[in-house]
């Protein structure tokens, strides 16, 4: 097999099948993990990654889990990978994890089949053309680019064009869609360099200059960072500016942990199921400057759009998207551009100011803010089951340090965003844009293959587990190695909680489990190892034992399924009780 270096054109020689030359670009950009499920009309694709040994081929359960999977990947080692289904049933399954990587900026490439191309039109198994259902106008709204292939020749320059668009600016996922008689077609002599994309991110510097001067006169600035600042050069210029600064610092709930929440500083986490700390810095005690840091300023960060966000304080907002920028609040100076580039040249101007200069600790009444209140929930829990908080308060101390967090969308998103600490080199993943139950379930193990050196956790609830479940098997048959937290609380929780706040008392019944559901049952009957946990004290032995295991294991923990997760603020939103 001929190679294709990436400064190279191929100016020469004998065409190669299309085939053939999307496994030579795919490596060309370091694309070699593939998440899908093989069918007909994109058999030819699946069938030569498989006989390639360069590239890591995941079978999942469902097309949905496959694009969660190729999402888990991009989030966790912060490179792309391919997310890849058959026509018609296969690829509409996979929209949704698709959609889920578009609203939180997640770098991926679809590739769909389709069906021959002389027979598009005529109605086909399958077809998915635009003459039928148009699946390119599907995909449209939820990526970058989304275009079929119009020929075996232009499949390199719509390849190049996408990869741009997918990790330029804001990243997200973009969609090839190849008609199967294409792949076995010479794809042409003459093909575009696939470079590297370097993405280049403009500093401001003038801009910057103006940041920098208006936190140096700041007598109370605050810093709330969003999962914009998510990289790790990011994350720790972020640290050295608020140390610098002297200025607690917050975090939306999908940047939990970007800053250490055990540091000083710390505020915890701003919005949903945030840190009290958070809000009375926030909203009560008023900052002169709110330096917002890749944060979209949505609903779940600004308590519904809150107007003492924006009142009586300068903001600062830097972002990579401009569109973002004053969105929800107008900004007195506005950063464009890439977190991490933006922050190096801050810092410089920070570091020459006298007053930033002589700040080395901030003052004492703002020093190592308490994190949370008090627990919520009941004092006596049923018999045989755990208070939610509990069980969490051992799992900060059971984590391994270099650990990453998976949550999924549920009444226990709400108690690890409230009660897990994220500290030093823990992450905290979830899917807080687009809210797709499922996705913490399947998602980590895309980032189990992505990096193989690190414990991958997923805390989930029963529900969760049950819709996306399944594809645990996808773990087990690839010895995939990461551990699930289920908790069972026999209910969809936030549901139950929620329609009692906003009904006066009365909770929807037709979400409660009337037969007993066994989580650590199931996974049994998977050949995945089990745990259950019905007592505090259990959990850290069990983790212990689940994360030595090579490949999944899930550990059940029962919960009392009357202990409310703190939702109070977003079941009045709901409800439509307040229009701030």
């Known amino acids: ?92 399954n996979l929209l949704t994890g698709v959609a889920a990587a578009h609203v939180d900026g997640v770098p991926m490439l679809v590739i769909t089949g389709q069906a021959p191309s002389h027979t598009l039109g005529k109605g086909a198994a399958q077809e998915t053309a635009r003459e039928d259902i148009d699946i390119v106008g599907m995909f449209a709204p939820v990526t970058k680019y989304s275009a079929m292939v119009s020929s075996p020749g232009q499949f390199a320059l719509h390849f190049r064009r996408a990869i741009t668009l997918a990790l330029s600016g804001r990243p997200g996922p973009v969609h090839l869609n190849v008609p199967v008689d294409f792949w076995q077609q010479p794809a042409g002599a003459a093909l575009p360099r696939p470079l590297p994309i370097e993405p280049a991110h403009p500093v401001d510097l003038a801009a910057v200059q103006r940041a920098a001067a208006m936190l140096d006169r700041a007598e109370r600035p605050v810093l709330l960072a969003g999962a914009g600042a998510s990289s790790f050069g990011a994350r720790q210029l972020l640290e050295d500016i608020a140390a610098l600064l002297g200025a607690p610092t917050a975090t939306t709930p999908r940047g939990k942990g970007i800053f250490p929440e055990d540091h000083p500083l710390s505020l915890g986490v701003c919005g949903l199921a945030g840190s009290a700390a958070a809000q009375r810095e926030l909203l009560d005690q008023s900052p002169d400057v709110l330096f917002i840091i890749g944060a979209s300023m949505n609903e779940t960060t ?113 108690f690890n965003i409230q009660h897990l600490r994220i500290r030093g080199d823990q992450r905290f993943i979830i899917n807080m844009g687009f809210g797709s139950m499922g996705h913490g379930t399947v998602a980590p193990i895309g980032a189990a293959v992505g990096c193989p050196d690190r414990p991958v956790i997923a805390i989930v609830g029963d529900a969760c587990f049950t819709m996306n479940g399944m594809d645990l098997l996808t773990a087990r048959e690839h010895d995939i190695s990461a551990v699930w937290i289920v908790e069972n609380n026999q209910s969809h929780g936030i549901s139950y909680h929620g329609s009692r706040m906003v009904n006066g008392g009365r909770a929807m019944q037709c979400i409660i489990n009337d037969k007993e559901l066994g989580i650590s049952a199931i996974a049994r009957g998977m050949g995945i190892p089990a745990w259950e946990i019905r007592s505090p004290g259990e959990l850290t032995d069990a983790l212990h034992q689940a994360i030595s295991v090579h490949g999944p294991a899930v550990i059940e923990v029962h919960v009392d399924p009357e202990v409310s997760p703190p939702l109070a603020e977003r079941a009045k939103t709901v409800a439509g009780f307040r229009n701030n």
């Open 1 to 92: 097999m001929s190679s294709l270096r990436p400064e190279e054109d191929r100016t020469s020689g004998s065409p190669e099948l299309l085939v053939d030359v999307v496994s030579l670009l795919l490596k060309s950009q370091g694309i070699t993990t593939i998440f899908g499920i093989p069918g007909g009309l994109i058999h030819p694709f699946f069938d030569r990654i498989e006989q390639d040994e360069d590239f890591s081929l995941i079978v999942a359960r469902h097309e949905g889990g496959a694009a969660f999977m190729a999402d888990g990947f991009a989030r966790a080692a912060g490179t792309m990978a391919v997310a890849a289904a058959t026509s018609g049933p296969g690829a509409t």
């Open 302 to 414: 600004t308590f519904n759009w809150h107007p003492g966000l924006g009142r009586n304080r300068h903001i600062i907002q830097l972002d990579i998207d401009p569109a973002r920028i004053g969105r929800s609040y107008p900004a007195d100076i506005a950063l464009v551009g890439d977190a991490e580039a933006t922050l190096a040249e801050l810092i410089k101007y920070l570091n020459g100011n006298a007053k930033t200069s002589r700040r080395s600790t901030p003052p004492p009444s703002r020093h190592a803010p308490q994190l949370q209140e008090p627990a919520p929930g009941r004092s006596v829990t049923e018999p045989g089951r755990i208070n939610p908080v509990s069980w969490r308060d051992e799992l900060n101390d059971a984590l391994p340090s270099n650990s990453i967090v998976f949550s999924d969308i549920g009444g226990h998103m709400l």
